[in-house]
């Protein structure tokens, strides 16, 4: 997602919005843990939380991806793992984006910025997310 320019525009759009609303926002993709986990990193690091703390909540939809995966009536054969794949959530897939960032743009801010979220956005959205 941090290559994709259809991702960039969707992420822009979606934080300008969440720091444009009056009231609280929910945002969501598909199966809710791709999308929603970048953009939900990118905040909270955006807030200042940890990085440690940031993939501990990206890996807390593990939590209830392994109820699902364990009501999936897969055939016989079928790839457990791969049908895992689907539905996880993996330290790797947030690590490789976070990497791709630091190789391209150094910082989460300047991931942001390059993307068009420029600094007087983050910070209103900064302190929306921190609030005094």
């Known amino acids: ?23 609280p926002v929910l945002f969501h993709c598909q199966a ?14 955006l807030a200042d939380v940890p990085r440690d703390e940031v993939m501990a909540d990206f890996l807390a939809s ?13 055939p016989d054969g079928a790839d457990l793992e791969a049908a895992a794949s689907l539905f996880e959530v ?11 960032v630091q190789e391209a743009h ?11 979220f420029g600094p007087e956005l983050q910070a209103k959205l900064r302190a929306k997310l921190l609030p005094s």
Do not use: C, F, H
Request: aromatic share 6%; no cysteine.
């Open 106 to 116: 150094a910082t989460i801010t300047g991931y942001l910025d390059a993307i068009g």
């Open 32 to 45: 809710g843990k791709d999308r929603t986990g970048w953009l939900s990193a990118l905040m909270l690091l």
């Open 62 to 74: 593990n939590r209830y991806t392994a109820r699902l995966l364990e009501s999936l009536d897969l």
């Open 90 to 100: 993996r330290e790797e897939y947030l690590a490789s984006g976070l990497d791709a």
């Open 1 to 23: 997602m941090v290559r994709s320019p259809v991702a960039a525009d969707a992420i822009r759009q979606t934080l300008i919005t969440a720091t444009e609303a009056d009231a």
